[in-house]
């Protein structure tokens, strides 16, 4: 699962849907890899629109990164150096950071889903699913 | 506004009026369809000018190219006196341009070398003083000439010629549809979807950059590359995690064909998920979906769950080394049959929540052929049905459903499962080779 997934996913119960708790999901035991990507500058600029900041910041600190800007960069313009840079650091993080292995947990039922071979689960056992 | 030639491929014509229309509406194009037929592969159309014409073909499927148009005619003197009339002032234009002349023939038969010079000595009076330069000219000028078959040949003598400079060709005759055959792709599966039409319902989805699409029922990801092909962001659910995996982790797996096609860059996930219970968090916009959901054929419609509750009753509590059962890595989750008209249902409820206003769903729905459809088609008040489009097989057939989303004005109808007088039973017709239905209890 790719870094940018982790802010795209919440617990699959339906009960905690609701429940800000149930985003992001709590990662621990990670193991992470980095995969070289080639860079979009663009589907990168469209991706930042959709971004939680705030769960992005949350993600990276349980993966060991606390060094994330406190705000979500703004203004971004592909041609301009710092705004380049921004997105250079950004892809790195978001696209070429692989969790190859890992948990998941639900701050709100703490139900524990698995990364296993790079592929996340979110199958449910018969008595949180319906 | 001037007039272009469109020269349509003759493939799945039943689909190509929706995908020229859905192009249209997708580049912001006017276009006025009202000479279309499905017979015809040619077709003239006003356009305000060449970059239009340029954006409405350049990523078809089902059309081959778009010409401006310079004359037309019954023959040979006819098509010349229009080129004389109506063309004259483009000329000084190209005077000095590289230029290459190219000739199609519909249904005609293949001309000689002699034949052919022959053909575009007779449009010497343009007067081009520009090199010939058959690899890389700056303007390609193309005779289109329309045959039929009479007595078991092409007529000797065309119907009718136009003739037009070329804008562009499609993303058809630039090969996307051969380079994404499924059996050139390092990974494909039983249950992967034709290239052709995977690449069409990305159109008609309107799959593009800086869109994000999704598939609820990846399998081994054929509208993944195709969505892909057209530059927007895919990813990728599956309730079976084998596909997802592939068959091996190098070269058979669907980031294999990501690679091939070099649009990895465009490969955002896959993740194992029943859709019933999906973990996609509510405020994650997706932009168009594309899909083919289980019809129990060649795979199972499955959801999470046990079929028999009173036997699975307190494994929740079940501890296997000092761990809950169901929280363990090697934990298996339980799945259960579920019916597909619910499933479809949850599809268009989950399309009406996530999809932008204009937003797209384009999903194939196979059905019997003695089977009365729209009692089949499920609707959502906030959806508006805009195409139902048929790919017939003998006994059975499929249809590409296109949705989109409409603003809070729209007032269309519900009609889920419980509204439905048919059911859609398509995977037990199958099994049992579509023999007339015996009457059921319901
Ligand atoms: C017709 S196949 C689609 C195949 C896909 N278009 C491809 O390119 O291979 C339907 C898929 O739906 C999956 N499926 C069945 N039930 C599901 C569910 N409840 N949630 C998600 N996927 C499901 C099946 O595992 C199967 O891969
Ligand atoms: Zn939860």
Not at chain 2, 262 to 273: I, K, N, P
Request: with cysteine; net charge negative; proline share 5%.
């Amino acid at each position: 699962m790719k870094f940018l997934t982790t802010n795209f996913v919440r617990c699959a119960v339906k009960s905690c849907a609701a429940s800000s708790d149930s985003f992001p999901l709590v990662f621990s035991e990670c193991q992470l890899v980095q995969q070289e990507q080639d860079f979009d500058a663009e589907f990168l600029t469209s991706m930042l629109d959709r971004l939680d900041w705030p769960a992005l910041i949350k993600v990276a600190a349980d993966l060991g990164n606390n060094s994330i800007p406190q705000v979500k960069p703004e203004n971004i313009d592909p041609e301009d150096p710092e705004s380049e840079r921004i997105l250079r650091d950004l892809h790195s993080l978001l696209l070429e950071t692989q969790i190859t292995e890992g948990k998941m947990i639900c701050n709100h039922c703490q139900h524990v889903y698995y990364i296993k071979n790079s592929v996340a689960n979110f199958l449910l056992p018969p008595h949180l699913a319906n | 506004m001037k007039q272009y030639l469109i020269y349509l491929a003759q493939s799945h014509p039943g689909f190509r009026k929706a995908e020229l229309e859905s192009l249209a509406v997708l580049e912001n194009i006017e276009l006025d369809l009202a000479d279309y037929t499905d017979e015809s592969p040619f077709l003239v159309v006003r356009l305000q000018n060449d970059d239009e014409a340029y954006r409405l073909v350049h990523r078809s499927i089902l059309c081959r190219g778009i010409y401006e148009l310079w004359g037309h005619g019954d023959d040979l003197q006819s098509l010349h006196d229009s080129i004389r009339l109506t063309s004259q002032p483009h000329w000084a234009e190209y005077l000095h341009k590289s230029f290459k002349f190219e000739i199609i023939g519909y249904q005609g038969k293949k001309k000689t070398t002699k034949e052919q010079v022959a053909l575009i000595e007779t449009f010497e009076y343009l007067g081009f003083e520009g090199v010939i330069d058959m690899k890389t000219p700056e303007v390609r000028f193309t005779v289109l000439e329309k045959y039929h078959i009479e007595g078991g040949g092409p007529t000797a003598q065309p119907d009718h010629v136009w003739f037009g400079r070329e804008i562009c060709v499609s993303a058809r005759v630039r090969g996307a549809v051969d380079e994404y055959d499924l059996k050139k792709r390092p990974y494909h599966g039983t249950t992967s979807f034709d290239a052709e039409l995977s690449l069409v319902s990305c159109n008609l989805a309107h799959c593009s950059r800086g869109k994000v699409m999704y598939d609820p029922f990846v399998g081994t990801g054929s509208f993944l590359v195709a969505g892909a092909y057209f530059g927007s962001s895919v990813f990728g659910s599956d309730i079976d995690i084998r596909p997802l995996h592939g068959k091996d982790s190098k070269t058979k797996n669907i980031h294999a064909n990501f690679e091939k096609y070099g649009t990895t860059h465009l490969f955002g996930d896959v993740l194992t998920m029943d859709f019933t219970n999906n973990a996609l968090r509510d405020t994650f916009q997706i932009d168009c979906i594309v899909c083919d959901p289980p019809y129990g054929v060649r795979e199972g419609l499955k959801v999470c769950g046990t079929k028999n509750e009173a036997k699975a009753e307190g494994k929740e509590n079940l501890i296997i080394n000092g761990e809950k059962a169901f929280l363990r890595k090697d934990y298996i989750q339980p799945k259960k049959p579920y019916e597909l008209d619910l499933l479809l249902d949850d599809l268009l409820r989950f399309a009406a929540q996530k999809l932008p206003i204009g937003g797209r769903l384009c999903f194939w729905m196979p059905t019997a052929n003695d089977e009365l459809i729209p009692t089949l088609i499920p609707h959502h008040e906030n959806l508006e049905l805009i195409y139902s489009l048929v790919q017939d097989f003998n006994k059975w057939s499929r249809r590409l459903l296109v949705y989109v989303k409409r603003d809070e004005n729209y007032k269309g109808i519900t009609m889920s499962k419980k509204d439905r007088s048919g059911v859609n039973n398509f995977r037990d017709r199958y099994f049992s080779g579509f023999r007339p239905e015996v009457e059921t209890e319901k």
